[in-house]
């Protein structure tokens, strides 16, 4: 894939921020001062911009929702496993991972990206297999962010539990029945979060893996919550013992 296309005023910002003069971007024409601005920044950071009609919009967006831009960006730095770049035993920051099991909705697969990035996740591993593709409703459900964080896609989850363990990051599994909630664990060291699918939950062999299974503090009448709001959940918490 040379180019890849990303849709919606936001996702097409954070691809400019993030690749500047290596986008073509597309904004329609007409007077609209968001656009304009939009526009505006793209040249800015020296993107080829060109104002098309609506119509035009329509088809090379192939059916996503637009707003009324898109952009043709470089594809997605995939890092290998080995590749990560982790803080290491010197820095002040300490390593935070997030592994998604088997997260097939590209708006849950986004929406949990846009809550690693905007927590401070050191990166988001995911299996090739059984995960959501990355599309452009990927890339909107995540509002740019996926351009900020640094990706892995693996062979096997379990395979790199343990690559991450060698490393020295404790695994914590999150499961409604885990024995003991998520702030009761010391979060504040190199920790991967591991979130497996809406109902299915955690693979048998992914869970056996982890170091611990901890569970969100709920206190109301709902058992579990959505994948995307109890990653954002279980992020905040390491965000807030780290300080």
Same mark, same amino acid.
């Given at each position: 894939?040379? /180019?890849?296309?990303?849709?919606?005023?936001? =996702?097409?910002?954070?691809?400019? *921020?993030? +690749?500047?003069?290596?986008?073509? $971007?597309?904004?329609?024409?007409?007077?609209?001062?968001? !656009?304009?601005? !939009?526009?505006?920044?793209?040249?800015? &950071?020296?993107?080829?911009?060109?104002?098309? #009609? &609506?119509? /035009?919009?329509?088809? /090379?967006?192939?059916? #996503?929702? +637009?707003?009324?831009?898109?952009?043709?960006?470089? =594809?997605? &730095? !995939? &890092?290998?496993?080995?590749?990560?770049?982790?803080?290491?035993?010197? *820095?002040?920051?300490?390593?935070?991972?997030?592994?998604?099991?088997?997260?097939?909705?590209?708006?849950?697969? %986004?929406?949990?990206?846009?809550?690693?990035?905007?927590? @401070?996740?050191?990166?988001?591993?995911?299996?090739?297999?059984?995960?959501?593709?990355?599309? =452009?409703?990927?890339?909107?459900?995540?509002? @740019? #962010?996926?351009? +900020?964080?640094?990706?892995?896609?693996?062979?096997?989850?379990?395979?790199?539990?343990?690559?991450?363990?060698?490393?020295?990051?404790?695994?914590? %599994?999150?499961?409604?029945?885990?024995?003991?909630?998520?702030?009761?664990?010391?979060?504040?060291?190199?920790?991967?979060?591991? !979130?497996?699918?809406?109902?299915?939950?955690?693979?048998?062999?992914?869970?056996?893996?982890?170091?611990?299974?901890?569970?969100? =503090?709920?206190? %109301?009448?709902?058992?579990?919550?959505? $994948?995307?709001?109890? *990653?954002? $959940?279980?992020?905040?918490?390491?965000?807030?013992?780290? %300080?």
């Amino acid at each position: 894939m040379s /180019e890849r296309l990303v849709c919606g005023i936001q =996702p097409v910002r954070e691809a400019i *921020a993030a +690749h500047g003069s290596a986008l073509r $971007v597309l904004v329609e024409r007409g007077d609209a001062p968001q !656009l304009d601005a !939009l526009a505006r920044f793209a040249k800015d &950071r020296g993107a080829r911009v060109d104002r098309v #009609a &609506r119509a /035009e919009l329509d088809r /090379e967006s192939r059916g #996503a929702r +637009h707003q009324g831009a898109i952009a043709y960006a470089p =594809p997605l &730095r !995939l &890092r290998a496993l080995e590749a990560l770049e982790l803080p290491d035993a010197s *820095a002040r920051e300490r390593a935070l991972v997030v592994l998604l099991d088997s997260i097939e909705d590209p708006q849950n697969f %986004g929406a949990v990206i846009r809550s690693s990035v905007a927590f @401070g996740a050191s990166a988001i591993v995911w299996p090739e297999h059984g995960a959501a593709p990355l599309t =452009p409703a990927t890339f909107r459900a995540s509002a @740019g #962010a996926i351009e +900020h964080a640094q990706l892995c896609v693996v062979r096997s989850l379990p395979h790199a539990i343990d690559a991450l363990k060698s490393r020295g990051l404790q695994v914590i %599994g999150l499961d409604a029945a885990g024995e003991r909630a998520v702030d009761a664990l010391d979060l504040a060291k190199d920790t991967a979060l591991v !979130l497996g699918a809406e109902g299915a939950g955690l693979h048998r062999a992914v869970k056996k893996s982890c170091d611990a299974i901890a569970r969100l =503090p709920m206190r %109301g009448p709902l058992a579990s919550l959505n $994948v995307s709001a109890a *990653a954002a $959940v279980a992020l905040y918490e390491a965000r807030r013992q780290r %300080g």
